[in-house]
């Protein structure tokens, strides 16, 4: 099981615990503000942007090219956005502060 703490765009942390499939999914079934999911995780929308502390970047690790070319879109990403669709839930996430974007 993994606890995965959202920063909303309100600064509002939301802690939300998981076992399996994506972070986004995780944070769409308990409404997470800002994180829509719109594509279902296909990796063809963005709005499941999040933007991850530099020294937990390692524990998501790169976005494959499909998502930085999604990322290239959006005005807000940097050198630490990730599309959390493209995130698996593991135990190795538990603690995982995640920032989501404006």
Known sequence: MANITFITQGNIPVTVHGESGSVMALAVENNVAGIDGDCGGVCS????????????????GEASEIEKDMLELDDDADEYSRLCCQIDITPELDGLVLTVAG
């Open 45 to 60: 929308c963005a709005t499941c942007h999040v933007h991850v502390a530099k020294e937990q970047f390692s524990l998501v």
